[in-house]
């Protein structure tokens, strides 16, 4: 394999290719310099050889985390980086976003700006994991009565000044924000995250249809964590998920789990949205004395739910099991659906040309088996050489 830890052109394959856009192919890949050179039939010769029975398809990229392992963005900061970077990877992830949850304000921004850090150095050296592609600021800006375990006392008034802060916290690397667009302050504050081109995502809000089409016509994009932490979906007094529902220039995050939502709900929305469901996992490592994994989800000590223990390869699986669509068309929602959430679909989520080779590799029962970031293998000896 020591000829995938370089930048030199090199094909793998054949093995069936989920191209990311829903279609699949049986054929080879082309890399050359960390990018997918082409996309070939598959008859002909392939430097690297694949175990029979493997799924070749786009890396996938979890866009709302908040750590992985035993370390938390919030409170391990940097150190939780190349941490997520290693843990993703085996997960068939190539790109995650570093989610700062509500917590005391310097504390937010100084967070931001270690994670930051530790991203650029990781970038600086060749690929090792998965990229930290940005930071997901998740709050403080909440109504306060669907706040779930944010705590109140760190909610704090949406103002244009507050969201220059977080934006120069991050250095141009602040990627998405969650606010509930009804509280007050909100259109100032959106309006400076969108003049920087960062994904303003409803969330933690109590706000109804109307004001979820004005969130919309303001420029919100997404829906953060469908169902959960929002009023439901009721069939008089809608609440805002119908407003991301029925229009079209929105994305609406999912997390499959089975649990956040039911599976049932999960197909109906997919059968609702099609590809404009983004499955994100919300994960939650143990964020301190009172959290503990109950009922296949983190929650807090009085029992309300923190967060997921979803890894973003079994959100895939449970999103083919829920939906019954294939693995070409489920591995949608984890990989060019979240590119064009973030705004990165020219780059990522995709295999085509030009596109880079951020790939994941899947066996015939749809485990992950191997990792490629850029070109180099970063997780999985899978790739024999085709001389031996």
Known sequence: MGALTTTDHFTLGPA??????GASTY??????????????????PADFHLPPGTNIA?????????????????????????????????????????GIMTAPWESMLHAAGE????????????????????????????NPKFRRVHQQQWVIPASADHAKALVEACKGACLMVTLAPEVEGATDAARVFLEHGIVCSAGHTGARYREGMLAIGMGFRSLTHAFNAMPPLDHRDPSILAAFIQDRRTMVQLICDGHHVAPVMVD????????????????????????HIEGGVMRAEDGTIAG????IDEGVRNYMAYTELPFARAVVAATHAPAKLLGLEREMGRIAPDMRADLSFWDAEHNVIGTMVAGHMVFGDICTPAAA
């Open 16 to 21: 069936a290719i989920a191209l990311g856009d």
């Open 27 to 44: 054929g080879r890949i082309s890399v050359r310099r960390g990018r997918i050179a082409d996309v070939l039939p598959g008859d002909g």
């Open 58 to 98: 786009p890396g996938l990229i979890d866009v709302h985390t908040n750590g992985a392992g035993e370390f938390l963005f919030n409170r391990d900061q940097g150190y939780a980086v190349p941490v997520a970077a290693t843990e993703y990877a085996r997960q068939g992830a190539t790109g995650f976003v570093a």
């Open 115 to 142: 994670v930051v850090e530790a991203a650029h150095q990781l970038e600086e050296d060749a690929p090792r994991g998965a990229r930290c592609l940005g930071i997901h600021f998740e709050g403080p800006f909440l």
């Open 268 to 291: 109906i929305l997919h059968r609702t949205l099609g590809d404009r469901i983004v499955i994100a996992t919300d994960n939650m490592p143990p964020a301190g004395p009172g959290y």
């Open 308 to 311: 997921s223990a979803l890894h």
